[in-house]
């Protein structure tokens, strides 16, 4: 069964630092990992994919996450955060055997001071 | 519209009433999800669709929900006899396809969710 792990229940950061949001995953098989981001009163929205190829991907607003296979990890970065930043971020796992069923995590509570 | 539609946005009933909550997704978008996110925790996946068959309902967690999408595109959530630990944000997205190949490229777009509370 595959599964996602988000250890940290909220991280701070202040304006101008770097963010990470870490995540682990058990999935057999390759996995293919999502990061999604939830705004207050606002719809999930996707960040960025790992389907296959290089092991840093890029997404949208400045984030990219590294896919680690050894460590089974999916870590979400941002070089200088911002306080726009700040909301519920979520790592999802998708297994190959049931394309509709994203395994979401609990989420992490970004919350970026000025 | 330009997005997933929900509705209704909040939906307040009595313990063992009947609730429906609907969702309209984004226009060609042949498949639809149905998740729950109940407070503090991630959406839990419900069922899909591809189409309009259930391609995937082994979230439904008993016989009380049911869901259909009957022409393909609009679907609802159907909740009988409802109880207390139902009460949630039930969250709908849709996606061009959803099944494996080019087409899909994975992204799901979801619904600002109906929020349901059960006295």
């Known amino acids: 069964a595959q599964s996602v792990a988000q250890p940290e229940d909220q991280v701070n950061v202040a304006e101008g630092n770097p963010l990470t949001v870490k995540c682990t995953y058990s999935?057999?098989?390759?996995?293919?990992l999502f990061w999604y981001v939830q705004y207050p009163n606002r719809g999930l929205q996707f960040l960025l994919k790992?389907?296959?190829?290089?092991?840093l991907v890029k997404g949208s607003y400045g984030f990219e996450a590294e896919f680690n296979k050894s460590q089974t990890s999916f870590h979400l970065k941002k070089p200088s955060a911002l306080v726009s930043d700040s909301a519920l971020y979520f790592c999802?796992?998708?297994?190959?055997?049931?394309?509709?069923?994203?395994?979401f995590g609990a989420g992490t509570q970004v919350v970026v001071t000025p | 519209g330009a997005g997933v539609s929900q509705t209704p946005s909040n939906k307040v009933t009595e313990k063992g009433k009947y609730v429906e909550l609907r969702c309209d997704p984004i226009s060609g978008h042949t498949a639809l999800y149905w998740y729950r996110q109940s407070l503090g925790q991630g959406p839990e996946f419900l069922i899909y669709f591809q189409g309009t068959g259930a391609a995937d309902d082994s979230g439904l967690p008993n016989d009380r929900f049911f869901a259909v999408r009957p022409e393909g595109s609009v679907s609802t959530l159907k909740i009988q006899r409802t109880e207390r630990g139902d009460s949630a944000v039930y969250l709908c997205a849709s996606s061009l396809t959803g099944t494996s190949g080019r087409a899909n490229t994975g992204e799901l777009f979801f619904g600002e969710g109906s929020r349901l509370t059960v006295l």
């Open positions: 790992y389907i296959t190829g290089d092991n």
């Open positions: 999935v057999s098989g390759n996995p293919y």
């Open positions: 999802a796992v998708r297994p190959t055997d049931s394309w509709g069923k994203l395994q």
